[in-house]
């Protein structure tokens, strides 16, 4: 069974500082990953992916994550945070070889202090 | 081009009574996707469909929840006899063949009183 943990329920971060957002996972095989985010009154939308190749991927929003395959992490990333970046981010798992389902984690909320 | 769209937004049902949730994903996309979001947590991954075909419904929590897809595009998720437990955010996914990201609808707030 594949599973996704994200350790905080919230984080708070100052405008302008670094923001890491933690997930770890558990798949059987190959991990596919995601990274969603979900703004108020709004639909999830996808952020970023790890599919195969580099480990460091980029996406939306300037964004990247980091696939760590020994520590079983994928941790979400941005350098200078922005207070419209507050928000609910999801991590998310398929396990590669596996069928479509995707497994989201419960989310950790994002709150960006001016 | 258009998103995934999904209607009603918002449904109040009495307990026993039978609702339908409407799906439109992005035209084109093979895969769609429906999930339950419970207030607070992540989507539950509930059923998968690869144009018509129902290739993956371990997620429906009882037979009295049913999908469909009849023509590969709109899809429908009815729910029988709810129950307050049913009383969740309905979301609907779509993903385009080869990729893996999907786009989500705004959801279908579903309260059951």
């Known amino acids: 069974a594949q599973s996704v943990a994200q350790p905080e329920d919230q984080v708070n971060v100052a405008e302008g500082n670094p923001l890491t957002v933690k997930c770890t996972y558990s798949?059987?095989?190959?991990?596919?990953l995601f990274w969603y985010v979900q703004y108020p009154n709004r639909g999830l939308q996808f952020l970023l992916k790890?599919?195969?190749?580099?480990?460091l991927v980029k996406g939306s929003y300037g964004f990247e994550a980091e696939f760590n395959k020994s520590q079983t992490s994928f941790h979400l990333k941005k350098p200078s945070a922005l207070v419209s970046d507050s928000a609910l981010y999801f991590c998310a798992v398929r396990d590669y070889g596996g069928y479509q389902k995707v497994t989201f984690g419960t989310g950790t909320k994002l709150q960006v202090i001016p | 081009g258009a998103g995934v769209s999904q209607s009603p937004r918002y449904k109040v049902a009495k307990r026993g009574q039978d609702v339908a949730l409407r799906c439109d994903p992005i035209s084109g996309h093979v895969s769609l996707f429906w999930y339950q979001q419970a207030l607070g947590q992540g989507p539950e991954f509930l059923t998968y469909?690869?144009?018509?075909?129902?290739?993956?419904k371990s997620g429906l929590p009882s037979d009295r929840f049913f999908a469909e897809r009849p023509e590969g595009s709109v899809s429908t998720l009815k729910i029988q006899r709810t129950q307050q437990e049913d009383s969740a955010v309905y979301l609907c996914?779509?993903?385009?063949?080869?990729?893996?990201?999907?786009?989500f609808g705004p959801g279908t707030r579903l309260t059951v009183t």
């Open positions: 996914a779509s993903s385009d063949r080869g990729r893996w990201e999907q786009y």
């Open positions: 469909f690869q144009n018509e075909a129902q290739l993956d």
């Open positions: 798949v059987s095989g190959n991990p596919y």
């Open positions: 790890y599919i195969t190749g580099d480990n």
